[in-house]
């Protein structure tokens, strides 16, 4: 695996952020549930749009990239199974090879016929395509790599028990066979554990005869996101009523309509630049979204509390630093932006407190011990909680020191930003990561001014 020395150096010039992973699969998966042809511009080919990708021609739409763009001949309207209620009507019986057996005996074989979906390290992917396959009446097995298995999957498990869907998992890791179909009714999910898995059946519910309302059992995080979902929805020709993210209801017999759509950048991306900014160095980024109703771009408001000033000039955007003072951060509505605000925050005069950030314990990685445990190499003053992060800012970053970055590209990407602003160079490793999300950044990163050796040790 690649590690890389990165040194001090002050970024400057214009950035253009990759486009929003989150809306790209979103609109991939959208597409491909349409009849007809879409086009789905600006994509970003990163380790997670292609297993998105890869999924849906699994599902049968037909996909052709040209440059950054996407041609989706969605699935045939006539494919889409309603309520699977006789199994004289699966019309893919003669293509799997469905097994009676109990599908909790290790020792019985139920995969033989049924496609395998790899899904690498994409929660995402998994978790809005899993529902999908289902309602679609699609036997599937899943795998994946890294700490994808031991993301919680439980929502889904309880609806397929409800539902007497037949499934067998292990544990620990990603190998989930799902047979039997999803049913319309009535579905009560946790609203502080992941709104992938409300996304996943917002996507899925609408293609089944009847219809289905979701209620939210708890206090619901991520709310932002569910928003994603609902405007592509909306975009695509399926209508979600949404009361106060306490009540979904979902109309059944709906049809997805082909569009074209463009997807904008990504907040989440353009977070690791604003905070380099909110530091010292001096960007002009474009390709965000002024009126974006993704949940990151709190980033704006977040950093301006600390002491920058941020303004779009012209479609591009700029944030001036100045003095930086320490404040509260609510993670529960933009953990992924989390690891580079806890840099801002180790710079920055005084105390600041991370709250209620428990899922970043749930991610590619213990997020919350790795930002400690990295931040506290480089000399910052950081001490983890429960679900929080107490942070007391410091003059200076050291350097001189091996940092890791988990395998998790959030954690690398906020290093590699960390670096500028060290005393000395750091050597990264496991650098690679940053391909599951922006495997440009470190193209970007050299053009702004970064300075970076690379070898390869031979891990």
């Not at 749009?49 to 996407?70: C, D, F, P, Q, R």
């Not at 990603?174 to 999803?182: G, S």
């Amino acid at each position: 695996m690649a590690d890389i020395k990165l040194y001090p150096s002050k970024l400057n010039g214009e950035i253009i952020v990759p486009p929003s992973k989150s809306m790209s699969h979103r609109a991939i998966i959208c597409a491909s549930l349409a009849s007809g042809t879409s086009i789905i511009e600006n994509i970003d080919f990163s380790d997670d749009i292609n297993s998105t990708i890869k999924a849906m021609k699994i599902l049968g739409a037909e996909i052709t990239v040209e440059g950054k763009s996407l041609y989706i001949q969605g699935i045939k309207s006539k494919e889409i199974v309603s309520e699977f209620e006789d199994k004289k009507q699966f019309q893919y019986k003669e293509q799997f090879q469905i097994c009676n057996n109990d599908l909790n005996n290790d020792n019985v074989n139920c995969e033989k016929n049924i496609p395998t979906i790899d899904c690498s390290e994409s929660g995402s992917t998994l978790r809005f395509i899993v529902p999908i396959f289902s309602a679609l009446s699609k036997p599937v097995r899943y795998i994946g790599r890294g700490n994808l298995g031991k993301r919680p999957l439980n929502i889904y498990y309880k609806i397929f028990d409800e539902q007497n869907i037949r499934y067998k998992f292990k544990r620990n890791e990603l190998d989930l066979t799902v047979l039997d179909n999803l049913k319309s009714g009535e579905f009560y999910i946790d609203g502080n554990v992941s709104s992938q898995f409300i996304s996943g059946l917002l996507f899925a519910l609408p293609l089944l005869s009847g219809d289905s309302k979701i209620y939210i059992t708890t206090e619901f995080e991520s709310k932002p996101y569910l928003d994603l979902t609902i405007s592509i929805l909306k975009t695509f020709g399926v209508d979600i009523v949404n009361m106060d993210y306490r009540e979904f209801t979902i109309k059944g017999n709906q049809k997805y309509k082909n569009c074209n759509y463009r997807v904008e950048g990504d907040y989440s991306q353009g977070a690791y630049f604003l905070c380099a900014n909110a530091l010292g160095s001096d960007i002009s980024i474009s390709g965000l979204k002024e009126e974006s109703l993704q949940g990151d771009k709190r980033i704006i408001c977040i950093l301006d509390s600390m002491g920058t000033s941020s303004k779009f000039v012209n479609y591009k955007l700029y944030n001036i630093s100045r003095e930086l003072t320490g404040t509260t951060i609510d993670a529960s509505q933009c953990p992924d932006i989390i690891p580079v605000l806890s840099l801002v925050a180790t710079l920055s005069k005084g105390e600041t407190k991370i709250v209620n950030a428990h899922r970043l314990k749930l991610k590619e990685c213990d997020r919350l011990e790795a930002t400690r445990l990295e931040l506290l190499k480089l000399g910052g003053d950081i001490v983890a909680k429960e679900d929080s992060l107490i942070i007391n800012g410091v003059d200076k970053l050291r350097g001189g020191i091996t940092v890791w970055s988990h395998n998790d590209h959030r954690i690398a990407m906020m290093l590699s930003i960390a670096s500028c602003f060290c005393e000395e160079e750091i050597v990264l490793c496991d650098s690679e990561c940053i391909s599951k999300s922006y495997p440009n950044f470190y193209k970007d990163f050299i053009e702004l001014g970064g300075k970076i050796d690379e070898w390869d040790l031979g891990k």
